[in-house]
């Protein structure tokens, strides 16, 4: 019996083999970037050409040597001309250059969509911190006006409100602007944007003081001003960059829409808006004069979009849909 259970077990360890752990070769690496990377490089860069073109607007208009006011088209053709080599974008209804005038209306786009969004950021910021922080009868009384903005239909009550002042020149705060028309467009697209801001402000600032930081804040003595701008604003920066960048790219398009229909930025200034107006009647014969502005319109407001959308998914994972 043990001779034949010494036989068993060498038999036995003879077979035996420890398992192989297979060998796991490492995931393969996409060679295409990721949704939310190529978002923000797209959208980076379409926002970096928008503001080269009006940063550098006077620069570029010197090396192609033309006026955007100015007809260049020859006297013995009748504009508008097509594209060629003086030309790239060809020429508008009256002779003048279609491509000096597309660079020189990013600034008046790059004007509207940031001042108004900035204003729009000062008034929101200001009145949702106050109506988080205060609660009670204030945070309803300031969140029932909220509501009284969002009743009214946006590009609609901007269209009444501009269209009501018909002479922006003879304003009393206007009129020491540059363009009085552009000035009546970026304050009244400021003062009508600040209601979703407010409420994202005070939905952040209502979730960060339930918080122990700010609880122990207030415990240690801090004052309200102090625990508004050093503990529950800093708190509040993300969800607002990623509404300020989407903010100015709507602001953009609402320009050119005002101006499209007549009660934005005045001729002679290259808007986009006026430019798509004003080759809309060569539409099937010269479609070049109304198709480039248009497609400015969709790639600058398609970059602020992707760029926007590229901030919100690296500055923090999303929980409930809201950014954190």
Do not use: K
């Not at 009670?136 to 909220?146: E, S």
């Amino acid at each position: 019996m043990c001779l034949q259970s010494s036989l068993h077990r060498a038999a036995t360890s003879l077979c035996y083999s420890p398992p192989v752990t297979p060998v796991t070769s490492p995931a393969p690496r996409s060679v295409f970037p990721s949704r939310p990377r190529l978002s923000l490089t797209l959208g980076a860069f379409l926002v970096g050409v928008f503001f080269l073109c009006a940063l550098f607007a006077p620069l570029f208009t010197d090396w192609f040597g033309y006026d955007p006011y100015e007809q260049v088209a020859p006297r013995t053709i009748t504009p508008p001309t097509p594209p060629g080599r003086d030309n790239l974008l060809g020429t508008d209804g009256l002779g003048r250059d279609v491509l000096s005038r597309l660079i020189h209306g990013a600034r008046i786009s790059l004007e509207v969509g940031i001042v108004a969004e900035v204003i729009a950021l000062i008034l929101g910021t200001a009145l949702g911190a106050f109506a988080g922080y205060a609660g009670g009868r204030t945070d309803a009384f300031l969140m029932r006006c909220t509501d009284l903005v969002f009743a009214f239909p946006g590009p609609l009550l901007a269209l009444a409100i501009i269209a009501a002042v018909p002479e922006p020149e003879s304003a009393p705060i206007l009129r020491h602007l540059p363009h009085p028309s552009v000035g009546i467009v970026f304050l009244v697209l400021g003062c009508l944007g600040w209601a979703p801001i407010a409420r994202l402000v005070r939905a952040e600032f209502l979730r960060l003081r339930e918080l122990e930081f700010a609880q122990a804040a207030q415990a240690l003595g801090a004052s309200g001003a102090r625990l508004v701008l050093r503990h529950l604003l800093p708190g509040a920066l993300r969800p607002l960059i990623v509404v300020g960048t989407l903010g100015v790219g709507g602001n953009i398009l609402m320009e050119a829409w005002l101006s499209f229909l007549g009660v934005g930025a005045r001729p002679p200034l290259p808007s986009w808006g006026t430019m798509v107006t004003e080759g809309q009647s060569y539409f099937l014969a010269r479609p070049w004069v109304c198709i480039a502005p248009g497609l400015a319109i969709v790639l600058v407001v398609l970059g602020f979009n992707l760029l926007g959308d590229g901030i919100s998914d690296r500055l923090g994972p999303r929980r409930g849909g809201a950014i954190i």
